[in-house]
C-alpha cells in the first residue's frame, strides 16, 4: 500500500477489548464492596468506624465510575477500530482502480505513474484528469473522514483521563 501508515485495527480492537473486560471485572468489584458495605453498615459504631466508611464507600462510587469509563474507552476503541479497517479497505480499493486507470496514490495525492502513460489525444488526456479528480476527492474525503474519527477519539480518550485523574485524586484525598 502506497499511503502512509494508517494504523493496526486489530491492535486497537484487542486493547478495547481488554480494556472492557477489566471493566467487567471492576465493576463485579465495586458492587461486591457495595454489598458488603451495606451488609457491615449497621455494626459499625464511631468516628473511626464513619471515616472507614466514608473511605470505602468512596472506593465502591470510585471503582464503579473508573469501570464505566473504561467500558466507554474500549468502546471507543472498538470502533475506532472498525472505522480504521473500513478506511484501508477503502484505500486499497480506491489504489486498485487509480492502477487501473495508470494513476497512483501516494500519501494522500492521486498521481500519474512513472513513465510514458496515456496517448497523445487532448480528449483523452482531459477526461484523464477528470477521472484522477474524481479519484482524488473520494481519496480526500476518505482520509478527512478517517481523521475526524481519530478527533472523536482523542475526545473520547481525553475525557476518560481527565476522570481517571479525578478519581485518583479522590481516591488519595
Known amino acids: 500500500m502506497t499511503t502512509p501508515l494508517l494504523g493496526d485495527p486489530s491492535s486497537l480492537s484487542a486493547l478495547g477489548a481488554s480494556l472492557r473486560r477489566t471493566a467487567v471485572l471492576l465493576t463485579a468489584q465495586g458492587q461486591e464492596l457495595t454489598t458488603r458495605l451495606e451488609e457491615a453498615d449497621p455494626g459499625w459504631r464511631g468516628p473511626r468506624a464513619l471515616a472507614l466508611r466514608r ?42 482502480v487509480a492502477a487501473a486507470l495508470g494513476l497512483e496514490v501516494r500519501e494522500g495525492a492521486v498521481t500519474k505513474g512513472w ?17 484522477r479528480q474524481r479519484l482524488q476527492e473520494r481519496v480526500h474525503q476518505t482520509v478527512t473522514t478517517l481523521g475526524r474519527r481519530r478527533a472523536r477519539l482523542a475526545d473520547d480518550l481525553g475525557r476518560a483521563s481527565t476522570l481517571l485523574r479525578e478519581a485518583s485524586a479522590e481516591l488519595r484525598a
Open 55 to 96: 473511605r470505602t464507600s468512596t472506593a465502591a462510587d470510585q471503582t464503579l465510575a473508573i469501570a464505566a469509563a473504561l467500558d466507554e474507552t474500549g468502546r471507543s476503541l472498538q470502533t475506532a477500530a472498525s472505522d480504521l479497517a473500513d478506511a484501508i479497505g477503502h484505500l486499497r480499493q480506491l489504489e486498485d
Open 115 to 131: 513513465g510514458i502513460t496515456g496517448v497523445a489525444d487532448p480528449g483523452a488526456v482531459d477526461e484523464e484528469d477528470r477521472q
